[in-house]
């Protein structure tokens, strides 16, 4: 009588035997002379340590935002300086409409914006070096024993690293994931993986208020985005997509070096996307926010409509200590997070980086600071994610879900930070 041999086990039985088969044909074809260590040997006796494994993993994703942040400031100041000269040149055309129109939306928006290119720059050629080199590889195997006790599956691993650069192809990639709770589960965390558009934000905010510290800062929320991604994947595996993890079968390409063209052309064509988005919705975007802002003509900024709109959103964000201008921002960065920072742009009249810094370190506690960004962290990306995971889910219901229960994890863990910074004296 035989007994039916589940799918999971059928898949890790079939791979023992190929291995097996495998081996039998070198045993009886390839003569073995001594071989010494080679490199890839000597950097998996680290890498692919239990123990070691993880925290390797972490100091590389520091040093990768150490890197992205520090590099990348002479750069983002000689940007700044440029569209500064151009909004003091916008500021002498004599029309006040035309002049406020290209100063303070057009400039004080999308040129704003482009300072930010340098470290989504950076962070993009950090990624495919990674990937290009094999570490990426070793990054899944070191991590899936975690995440499988956490409910995700260790090719979960390899979309939420992708989450990093951007969650729309992140999420397309889930398409390897067989199992189909497995790829529900981690399309529905990707999401709060920081993607490169939050990146200028946090430059923004940390920049204006933590100095030195600025880079850590960055690096805590890249963490703090993996470790709610990985509690939400175990809330769901328990609740609404119950059962076990499918094995997770990997193997392991040799450590290269990585090639300087390939690199550097995969970085150009995700930077690329990126121009482009900034051209198209982020240019549309900066004009909306210009015509709230500057309507009804002649009214103070808090009767614009823009004033209006953040006034009536404030009081339920009050809690957190954000003001109207912080509401206005959270609620366009449902178009693309990059608008955040449009949006302070545009809502305090600065052209330059600096400038807006020196107001938002005035406005706003570093608690505060911290808990925006939070919340800027974990609330649902971009409309374009929007749609993709209705596309690769073919459900309204976990679309509409995911999107609400970020919202309410973004109240909730920003709340949380408030609450616990003010007992221990930091508010």
Not at 9 to 20: M, N
Not at 205 to 231: K, N, R
Not at 239 to 262: D, M, N, Q, W, Y
Request: with cysteine; proline share 4%.
């Amino acid at each position: 009588m035989s007994s039916k041999i589940p799918k999971e086990d059928l898949e890790v039985l079939l791979a023992d035997r190929r291995y097996e088969s495998i081996g039998t044909i070198i045993q009886s074809t390839v003569l073995k002379g001594e071989r010494g260590w080679t490199l890839t040997d000597v950097l998996d006796r680290a890498f692919l340590d239990r123990y070691l494994g993880i925290p390797l993993f972490l100091t590389l994703l520091w040093a990768m935002f150490q890197f992205t942040y520090e590099v990348s400031a002479p750069f983002m100041e000689l940007i700044d300086m440029f569209f500064g000269w151009l909004g003091k040149l916008a500021a002498l055309i004599p029309n006040e409409y035309v002049a406020s129109f290209i100063g303070n939306g057009l400039i004080g928006g999308i040129g704003f914006i482009m300072v930010f290119i340098v470290p989504i720059a950076f962070l993009f050629l950090w990624i495919s070096v990674l990937e290009d080199s094999g570490y990426l590889a070793r990054a899944a195997f070191v991590m899936d024993r975690l995440m499988s006790s956490l409910g995700l599956h260790g090719r979960s691993f390899m979309p939420m690293l992708l989450g990093f650069g951007c969650n729309i192809p992140a999420v397309m990639a889930t398409r390897s994931i067989e199992g189909e709770k497995d790829r529900l589960i981690t399309i529905l965390v990707n999401p709060f993986m920081s993607c490169g558009a939050r990146l200028p934000v946090y430059i923004l905010f940390a920049g204006a208020l933590f100095g030195v510290y600025a880079g850590s800062v960055v690096w805590s929320l890249y963490v703090l985005g993996v470790v709610v991604a990985v509690l939400s994947a175990l809330l769901f595996r328990k609740t609404i997509a119950k059962g076990e993890p499918s094995p997770f079968l990997l193997e392991l390409p040799i450590f290269r070096r990585p090639k300087v063209g390939t690199s550097l052309r995969t970085t150009w064509e995700r930077t690329s996307i990126w121009v482009k988005k900034v051209f198209t919705i982020l240019l549309a975007g900066a004009i909306v926010l210009w015509i709230l802002a500057s309507f009804p003509w002649g009214a103070e900024l808090e009767a614009s409509y823009a004033g209006m709109i953040g006034h009536a959103i404030q009081p339920i964000l009050a809690p957190l200590g954000f003001d109207w201008r912080a509401a206005v921002g959270l609620l366009f960065g449902f178009m693309a997070k990059e608008i955040v920072v449009e949006t302070f742009s545009i809502l305090y009249a600065v052209e330059s980086e600096a400038g807006l810094m020196t107001i938002i370190g005035q406005s706003m506690t570093p608690l505060v600071a911290y808990a925006f960004m939070t919340f800027t962290l974990l609330y649902m990306p971009c409309l374009a994610l929007f749609g993709t995971i209705k596309r690769e889910t073919g459900s309204w219901k976990w679309t509409v879900f995911i999107t609400i229960y970020g919202i309410v994890v973004a109240y909730l863990v920003a709340a949380i930070i408030i609450g616990t910074g003010t007992l221990l004296g930091f508010g």
